[in-house]
């Protein structure tokens, strides 16, 4: 089932999507630690871990 959101979105487009998705957040945290936010590194290079392991799922490697 597709989501609505994703609705005339070829394949390639949803994972490339993903791929810049997954760069930017393990990017950023792997960044200095932030004065701000102490976790927000942490944070960032799990949704890049989770966001990467969604794109491998979908094209079938094995993570």
């Given at each position: 089932?597709?989501?609505?959101?994703?609705?005339?979105?070829?394949?390639?487009?949803?994972d490339?999507?993903?791929?810049?998705?997954?760069?930017?957040?393990?990017?950023?945290?792997?960044?200095p630690?932030?004065?701000?936010?102490?976790h927000?590194?942490?944070?960032?290079?799990?949704?890049?871990?989770?966001?990467?392991?969604?794109?491998?799922?979908?094209?079938?490697?094995?993570?």
């Amino acid at each position: 089932m597709q989501h609505p959101t994703a609705r005339g979105v070829a394949d390639e487009q949803l994972d490339a999507a993903l791929v810049a998705l997954s760069g930017f957040f393990l990017t950023t945290g792997g960044q200095p630690p932030a004065d701000w936010s102490p976790h927000i590194r942490q944070h960032q290079t799990w949704c890049g871990e989770v966001t990467l392991r969604w794109l491998a799922d979908r094209r079938g490697w094995i993570f």
